[in-house]
């Protein structure tokens, strides 16, 4: 991976950034997960392979359907990702975890080894997504499934929309692009579905899965995407301090359209939960 904004995810601060932010990365998606491992049909004693697998969250939870006679492969690009799911791992007292620092594009596998392979919030951030897409599924036995989630398009997505919109509006776009642009590069219709049918994957199916984030006030709304990830150091970084104060402030003003009466500020979201079968 060469890009400026994929080299923000491998660092040790975003790693730390990541580990910080998993819970609340949990409720968000805890739904949308479930569905993936249905998707990908996990049961007890398989072989998994975790592509782009961050720092793992994910991971750990698929370890825990294997069981002890099953497995988990965690890639990821970031050796700060991995040491941190390597950590969690650890603490969870799972033993059947195993990672592998590679780039997805050019990883190493074993071909027909696994019995099913995930990856979750990951492809849009490859840059050579269809080499990534033939190496999983070299890597997977005859029938065996892949399922992937991938952020819908930014209108579905206020919580990603809203932060790029007003940089957009302040003319302050980074360049190259950040990295939370890229959030939504596979939401478009017909992408995801056409990445996996180029793979060589078959019986495709998308799904639209909801992933409401709900948040006891802007102030925290506002704080989460701050501090969660990232994405929001590159938006903000080249602005002076007047500037953020400004993107601040507009930000907030926008996120309040989505308080309730009870003040709660609450964001639609959708991903999309993409499947195929070797």
Not at 18 to 24: I, K, L, Q, V
Not at 209 to 226: H, K, L, Q
Request: a negative charge; glycine letters at 6%.
């Amino acid at each position: 991976m060469t890009t400026e904004p994929v080299r923000t995810w491998e660092s040790a601060e975003a790693a730390e950034v990541w580990r910080r932010s998993a819970a609340r990365r949990a409720r968000t998606v805890a739904a949308a997960t479930d569905k993936m491992f249905e998707a990908a049909r996990l049961r007890p004693g398989m072989r998994v392979l975790d592509l782009a697998a961050g720092t793992g969250d994910q991971a750990l939870l698929a370890a825990q359907i294997v069981g002890p006679a099953g497995s988990v492969l965690a890639t990821d690009i970031s050796p700060s990702m991995l040491a941190v799911a390597e950590e969690s791992a650890r603490d969870a007292g799972l033993s059947n975890i195993e990672t592998l620092v590679a780039d997805a594009s050019r990883v190493e596998l074993p071909d027909e080894h696994f019995d099913a392979a995930i990856c979750r919030f990951g492809l849009m951030f490859l840059p050579d997504l269809q080499a990534a897409l033939e190496r999983v599924h070299r890597a997977l036995k005859q029938g065996a499934r892949f399922a992937a989630l991938v952020w819908s398009t930014e209108d579905r997505n206020p919580y990603i929309s809203l932060q790029i919109d007003v940089v957009r509006a302040m003319g302050r776009v980074p360049s190259p692009p950040p990295s939370i642009v890229r959030t939504v590069v596979l939401g478009g219709s017909g992408q995801l579905e056409h990445a996996l049918h180029s793979a060589g994957f078959g019986l495709v199916e998308v799904t639209a899965v909801p992933t409401p984030r709900d948040f006891a006030s802007v102030d925290e709304a506002f704080e989460a995407m701050r501090s969660s990830s990232p994405a929001q150091g590159e938006l903000t970084r080249a602005m002076s301090d007047q500037e953020r104060e400004h993107y601040a402030a507009e930000l907030k003003r926008r996120l309040a359209s989505y308080v309730e009466s009870d003040g709660r500020c609450i964001l639609p979201g959708e991903a999309l939960l993409g499947s195929g079968t070797k």
